[in-house]
């Protein structure tokens, strides 16, 4: 069983960056693909943003972020990281890691609920 917390949430101005890490616990971290994802303000569901396979050689991407985000991960660390630049005031969301061995429920959009772990997430503010 693996546990997930994320960090690196905060407030940034319209065209910044920031990178969230998602700290993982527990065994075999390395085996599992993880996923980044968001909640949007008065918004129910959560969507996809980004994801790496256990290797960290394969990789996906939200077309909202293509281009501005970049995932990768350090598994001698046990770490997931999304370094997000050139913010708009629309990524504003809570930001969670999630990590299951199914690569198909990683990249699912909307998210698949029963992913193996999910952490609490980290708030992220794009002032305009």
């Known amino acids: 069983q693996v546990q997930l917390v994320e960090s690196g949430g905060g407030l940034v101005q319209t065209g910044g960056s920031l990178r969230l890490s998602c700290a993982g616990s527990?065994?075999?971290?390395?085996?599992?693909?993880v996923g980044w994802f968001r909640q949007s303000p008065g918004v129910e569901e959560r969507e996809f943003v980004a994801?790496?396979?256990?290797?960290?050689?394969?990789?996906d991407y939200a077309d909202s972020v293509q281009g501005r985000f970049t995932i990768f991960r350090n598994n001698a660390k046990s770490t997931v990281y999304l370094q997000m630049n050139n913010l708009r005031p629309e990524d504003t969301a809570v930001y969670f890691c999630?990590?299951?061995?199914?690569?198909?429920?990683?990249?699912?959009?909307?998210?698949?609920?029963?992913?193996?772990?999910w952490g609490q997430g980290t708030l992220v503010t794009v002032s305009s």
């Open positions: 999630g990590a299951d061995g199914n690569w198909g429920r990683i990249i699912a959009n909307p998210p698949y609920k029963g992913l193996a772990a």
């Open positions: 527990g065994q075999f971290f390395s085996d599992f693909n």
């Open positions: 994801a790496i396979d256990w290797s960290g050689h394969g990789t």
